[in-house]
């Protein structure tokens, strides 16, 4: 079965995609095809969605519409165009309103627009941090960082660390293990010093080996033996020196970016007391 | 009024976050404090979030949980435990199945998981290509990118880049307008033959002026003399050359990323015929 899938949103369409994708994961057996429609406002705006949904349905894809819009036109006109609705804000704001005992703002929700500028302006500033301070071995970056991700190179620190400060405006540094790291047990001396700070993240070798190979091939850099040799002492210095990891080859950005947070989370609660809820 | 905002899932957490928030900033009256509490799993887990709730509510901050556990055990767990609950998608997906007749699979859903290996590997790539060629004027970046920001130092070009390239896997390049590129009317020769991808930033001369004196105090590259010239010659280098352009300083990266998308989803169906939905 195939059906059209569409994210039609008065502000950018994040909130609906995202919502949206975690229910269609559900149907694994439905094939979908998306489409995100954002700044849906007024007339002209319900009018374009209504003919891309027309145009859908006579193409034989009968539309799922998920909707994060407000403006009550705006839904009557989706209410009269072809294909099956699912609102996402309406029912669950109600259901807020009870609970909090207080009406919903007129206004549209300001998320995911610049809002909140003190939290904004701090997540652009972690991705320069990130940015300027990729795979470099600056001891001022080390110093500044609240998360060190180290592991050997290929392993996947780099997504991680843009995903962390741009999604959480979190400082985050990475470094590099390479072979001059491992001679003893301990850690490399410039971060040793932040090992409560480190999070590693390990990988299977055949992966990190094809990784290598597609940036320099058929290098020693590359070769398999090489790749085990790397991420089995690695391992050994996150076991010896207590540093969580996370394996990149089986977890996502997000997922490593969530088991990171958490652990950041509760270091900040044991540093604050116990201030968070 | 504070409340509590609990942000539970079996996963990642980011769905429970981006629609939660989305809700609470509906209501802007009232104060929350924020958590997340991801990977909640079995009994155990359980255990542990319904503790949170527990000082929550002893400290004053009763607790509104948003929630995609899927998990009934856990759910029950939930509702014995203080506080309100918003389920976020047990209701939305049987309305799902009733509208795609059919059965939600009773796995978890794979969002925000490694999944679509072929998508989620594009979006490394994507990441990387951004890195790579941030600021950088190479013939080769600009060739193979589908979009080309385009502004002078410090508009914002770089984050709204990382943010294409992370979450929706474009391959983004960026070019620097400077000084040089404004003798004649015409797009900088590097750019030129790429005019079809590319997209301008602007912002206001105090916000820039502001951004650049961080970077180098009492410069001329920050007065707002300069700032000013800059940015009046990049618009009408937009204007001349139908660019199209976004304000960062009054539209969020996400704003900006949903803009830009937009605009490529529209190239892409010129240049595919009209296959998409």
Do not use: W
Not at 7 to 29: E, K, R
């Amino acid at each position: 079965m195939r059906r059209a899938a569409f994210f039609v949103s008065d502000s950018t369409g994040i909130t609906a995609q995202t919502l949206g994708n975690a229910l269609l994961a559900n149907f694994p057996g439905v094939q979908f095809v998306r489409r995100t429609l954002p700044f849906v406002e007024g007339g002209r705006g319900a009018a374009q969605v209504v003919r891309a949904l027309e145009r859908a349905q006579a193409a034989g894809l009968a539309p799922v519409v998920f909707t994060t819009v407000k403006d009550p036109a705006v839904l009557a006109a989706l209410a009269a165009a072809p294909g099956d609705r699912i609102d996402l804000l309406g029912g669950h704001l109600t259901e807020l309103e009870q609970v909090l005992d207080t009406t919903a703002s007129e206004q549209l929700g300001q998320f995911h627009t610049l809002g909140d500028t003190t939290a904004y302006f701090a997540r652009m500033r972690a991705v320069e941090f990130a940015i300027e301070h990729d795979d470099g071995q600056s001891t001022r970056a080390l110093d500044q960082a609240e998360v060190i991700i180290v592991a050997p190179s290929r392993c996947g620190k780099t997504p991680t660390t843009m995903y962390l400060a741009l999604q959480h405006g979190v400082l985050v540094a990475n470094y590099p293990l390479t072979d001059d790291d491992f001679p003893t047990d301990g850690l490399p001396p410039l971060v040793a010093p932040y090992a409560g700070r480190c999070f590693g993240v390990t990988t299977t070798p055949l992966r990190l080996s094809q990784v290598r190979h597609e940036r320099r091939p058929s290098s020693r850099y590359a070769s398999l033996a090489q790749c085990t040799l790397e991420l089995r002492r690695a391992e050994q210095l996150y076991q010896r020196n207590r540093i969580p990891f996370v394996n990149s080859s089986t977890k996502s950005v997000e997922e490593m970016s969530a088991v990171i947070l958490q652990s950041l989370e509760l270091r900040r609660e044991r540093l604050s007391g116990d201030e968070s809820p």
